[in-house]
């Protein structure tokens, strides 16, 4: 076999552990779902990869989406607030409603079980939301450019706000709903002149320009936005 996978916990982040043939270093990565994968030589113990992750917690942090702490209370972006009951008795379970997101967790919500689940939830919350704004706002560009795509979705995309390949596959980050509407067209606008131009060419920055005349403005803004979300 080339290769056996395992998974272990990190101060609460599950991290899939890969043991590859020819593998030769220790390697950490997000993939595009946004998990977190060791990936290290197949002779090497287990616990060397373990002792390599406590020392990467704080990178864990920042590259996993997991909202700060999840409290009663906690307004989402989605608009609901956060009520948390008491649901020793059964199983973990979530009830949505316009207005709140009501959790009957097994566990103290401290706990990292409460939190993991509850962070779950609420990442798949966010991505229907922000699926949801985007494609309205493709709908709104792409007829305007008259640029076709093929497909879209939003991902845990902690390096990079967006991106497009070759097969005009677009991607988006989760991160965007932390930032203004017009920060988001502009995201939409560039990956979608990426369909026709697969580079930063003075080209690709005049069709921008062409259907966003303060495309700078908001380039600007972007880059002294964080990616962040509560
Ligand atoms: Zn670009």
């Not at 079980?113 to 560009?141: C, E, F, G, P, T």
Request: proline share 3%; aromatic share 10%; net charge positive.
């Amino acid at each position: 076999m080339l290769m056996t996978s395992d998974f272990v916990e990190i101060n609460s982040h599950k991290v899939r552990i890969l043991k590859r043939k020819g593998q030769r270093h220790l390697r950490l990565r997000i993939n595009s779902s946004g998990n977190a994968i060791l990936s290290m030589p197949k002779r090497l113990p287990k616990y060397m990869g373990i002792k390599y992750l406590q020392t990467k917690t704080a990178w864990l942090d920042k590259h996993t989406f997991q909202p700060k702490q999840i409290s009663f209370g906690s307004k989402l972006f989605t608009g609901q607030e956060i009520s948390i009951v008491d649901g020793s008795n059964t199983r973990n379970r979530v009830v949505i409603s316009k207005e709140t997101l009501e959790f009957y967790l097994q566990f103290d919500s401290n706990d990292p079980a409460s939190q993991r689940y509850m962070s779950k939830i609420i990442k798949n919350l966010y991505i229907d939301h922000l699926s949801k704004i985007v494609s309205q706002r493709l709908d709104y560009y792409s007829d305007l450019t008259k640029l076709k795509y093929r497909d879209f979705a939003v991902k845990n995309l902690r390096s990079k706000w967006g991106s497009c390949d070759r097969h005009k596959q677009l991607k988006f980050s989760l991160y965007l709903l932390g930032v203004d509407m017009a920060l988001i067209d502009y995201v939409v606008l560039h990956e979608l002149a990426h369909t026709k131009y697969m580079h930063h060419q003075p080209l690709f920055w005049k069709l921008c320009e062409q259907y966003m005349p303060d495309y700078k403005h908001r380039q600007k803004q972007l880059k002294i936005s964080r990616m962040n979300l509560v």
